[in-house]
């Protein structure tokens, strides 16, 4: 079967649709992945879709590319002012009123991609709609069973290639930037894993800016073993070199990591590591692990702003402020390495871990952003009801609205949540 044979859509073909979508999906470019995804769409009685891809500062969707677009789809989709963009906010499918247009949320693990247009069957499914809102104006009724059934399952499908592709498909990569990227920039995200991971227990999630700009700053998460690692470094300067520190402090962490080393080991392999080959480069940086089964969350501060304790809806004063630790880069801590701290956390806390360049971000006035904004707008938007990464991209629209979209200084959040209850959650 090939892409010029389609065959009918029967109940029960959702798994062989699925299944030549992956057989396909082997061979096809990037270009050729929105178009795989049509033809699947069209045997599941799908007359049309449309691919966006979040951009990198998460405040427009852009299209994947595909030969039909019109110029108005091309032009991409407002994340704060579509449906679509809707759909990719609550990571929740989302319908136009009359159901001829529905928009189904690409999601990898919980880290948000983008989303997936579907046109509903029917007597107007010949015409395109509107790339914002289709033929209605707000959330509706949306497909019957069978359609949001396929759909989903053809988001998540989409969502999975698109992932795998993007490591070796340029035309993806370049479909989720809005301009050109500065050398450290780029450096820098190569080494960087997926700005949100979670799950049932625990979710963290990060952003830098600026996006297209960063020089310094770098984050890492993982889970191993039930324990959900955590590293936020700050290198100083914003140049070439900065972005070389911090990706050699990611890897001296992951290589020491990996290897069975705690947190005293990490602290001084990448001690060690910028004394030896990158001198006179200092470094602060927050390494922490949060046992995501009992909550205890242990850290080493090297010279960073403390952590944050986030609890129903406060900042507990100085929960976690303890002394810090000298910078990263001196060498000192190579042979004799830090202690480190630790708290028990309750159920629903979240801890905020961040860089200087939030804190310290002045607007044109000279009005100071403040720890107190910061932790503000985390605890308002979480409250709203909107997720960790939504958090966060909130955060960072009001520190660059603050700033007129003109940072000095690397600004980076990495927000945690342990959540081992669904109540919590």
Known sequence: MTAQEPAPAAPGGLGPVLAWVLERSHGASALQLAGVIGEAARRLGIPRTRLYLADLQQQRLLPLPQPDLTAEERDGLDVDGSLGGLAYRTQAVQSTRDG???WFPMVDGIERIGVMQARAPGPHSG?????GSGSGSGPGPGPGPGLLEAGRALASLATLLVVSKSTHHDPLVQGQRVRPMTLQAELLWAFLPPRTIGTDTATSSAVLEPAYDIGGDAFDHSFIDGVLHLTLVDAMGHDLASGGASGAALAACRATRRAGGDLPDIVATIDRTLAQWIPDRLMTAVIAELDTT???FTWINCGHPAPLL???GHVLQNALERPAHLPLGFGFHAADPPEQEHVRLQPGDRVL??????????????DLFGEERLADTVIRSTASGANAPEALRRLVQNLLTHHRHRLRDDATILLVEWHPSPRAR
């Open 100 to 102: 001829d247009t529905t």
């Open 127 to 131: 015409s395109a709609p509107a790339p």
């Open 310 to 312: 986030i609890r129903e």
């Open 294 to 296: 009992q909550g205890d």
């Open 353 to 366: 871990i961040y860089s200087d360049g939030i804190t310290e971000a002045r607007s044109p006035t000279g």
